[in-house]
């Protein structure tokens, strides 16, 4: 049994070295800190697939009561980063080459259709948004060894921003419950290549392109084209 099998069925044991959590949380309220804590131990992998995760031990990790746990956990789950246990308790999502392939195929369709609409609709300031968003990525690619979080985080940003960009809250919402599927990625080993993610920060810069003329089918050709080729099975 590999030790990843051991601590999901063992549950959520605590973390060492937990207390960097103190220095990522200042100036936050206390369920913005134990949903960045959460989310970053889940992203990185020290926690696997399938993990019970009890609020009583993040309690203790974190230094939070558990209602700020709870609703940390409970803002998790609209993201698809924590499903419901058993006893209506909490586990890490797992996802299987299926449930990619079925994400991906919603994210074109969604993400299409609202890159479409963003193209008659983005103003000048959410255009610059996207470019210096772009600009950050391409910083973070070039260095040697990337910051996969840092990367993964400045993506999202910028589909979220393009999504916001299409004027339609019911588009941001259902977007924003499939986009954390690249972080889980991070812990299976799947993350892209490098070639890869300098291709996605290029995609981006097409669809920004796009953007700025105006020409909808462009975008949402280019859209679905980028996130076809970073999501593959």
């Known amino acids: 049994m590999s030790s990843d099998d051991e601590a999901s069925r063992a549950g959520f044991t605590g973390l060492e070295g937990s207390a960097a959590f103190d220095g990522d ?52 789950r609209t993201e698809g980063l924590v499903v419901r246990g ?12 299926s449930d990619v392939a079925v994400i991906r195929e919603i994210r074109c369709r969604l993400e299409g259709y609202a890159a479409e609409r963003a193209a008659t609709r983005i103003t000048p300031e959410q255009i610059e948004r996207l470019e210096s968003i772009a600009a950050d990525m391409e910083t973070v690619v070039r260095v040697p060894s990337i910051d996969r979080i840092a990367f993964a985080d400045l993506n999202v940003a910028f589909h979220m921003g393009l999504a916001e960009a299409s004027g339609s809250s019911h588009l941001v919402s259902q977007i924003q419950s499939v986009i954390q599927l690249p972080l889980i990625l991070l812990r299976r080993n799947l993350w892209p290549s490098e070639p890869a993610n300098e291709r996605g920060v290029w995609h981006h810069r097409e669809i920004i392109e796009a953007l700025k003329i105006g020409d909808a089918y462009w975008v949402g050709m280019q859209m679905r084209a980028h996130i076809a080729s970073s999501l593959r099975d």
């Open 86 to 97: 058993p006893n209506n308790g909490a586990e890490v999502a797992s996802f299987t080459n």
């Open 25 to 76: 949380g200042k100036g936050l309220k206390s369920a913005d800190k134990a949903y960045h804590y959460i989310r970053r131990v889940i992203i990185t992998g020290q926690v696997a697939p399938g993990t019970h995760l009890t609020e009583t031990q993040l309690s203790q990790d974190t230094g939070l009561s558990r209602t700020p746990i709870r609703d940390a956990l409970r803002r998790l």
